[in-house]
């Protein structure tokens, strides 16, 4: 059983920024590690992902020069810094494993492992 805990959501102004942290202990890095995020009314979006063997990244156009990816391997940790962050950053954000990336975007539909969801609030 493959567990994601994720960690540094919370509220923050516009303009400011949150280290989002995902700690996925005995977890053997398969396709794509990263982050979806759901806003009320909204579907799940990838919104950035590395493939864990060659550390190539994907960004949503909608956070490119903003947020950054990262994994530490010698911790199974994975990061998102989320900087200049704006109203429209508001959403449920979840920490993903083993799933399938492109060009165009993240497929929810291939996401074999959830972690709980961690909020992030920003106020203008």
């Known amino acids: 059983q493959v567990q994601l805990v994720e960690s540094g959501g919370g509220s923050v102004q516009a303009g400011g920024s949150l280290r989002l942290s995902c700690a996925a202990p005995?977890?053997?890095?398969?396709?794509?590690m990263g982050w979806f995020r759901q806003a009320p009314g909204k579907e799940r979006e990838g919104v950035a992902a590395?493939?864990?063997?060659?550390?190539?990244?994907y960004y949503a156009d909608s956070v490119k020069g903003r947020f950054t990816i990262s994994q530490d391997n010698a911790k199974n940790t994975l990061y998102l810094q989320m900087n200049s962050l704006k109203p429209e950053d508001t959403a449920m954000y979840y920490c993903?494993?083993?799933?399938?990336?492109?060009?165009?975007?993240?497929?929810?539909?291939?996401?074999?492992?959830w972690g709980q969801g961690t909020q992030v609030t920003v106020s203008s």
């Open positions: 993903a494993a083993d799933f399938w990336c492109s060009n165009s975007g993240c497929y929810t539909a291939t996401v074999n492992y």
């Open positions: 005995g977890y053997t890095y398969r396709r794509f």
């Open positions: 590395i493939y864990t063997k060659d550390g190539r990244t």
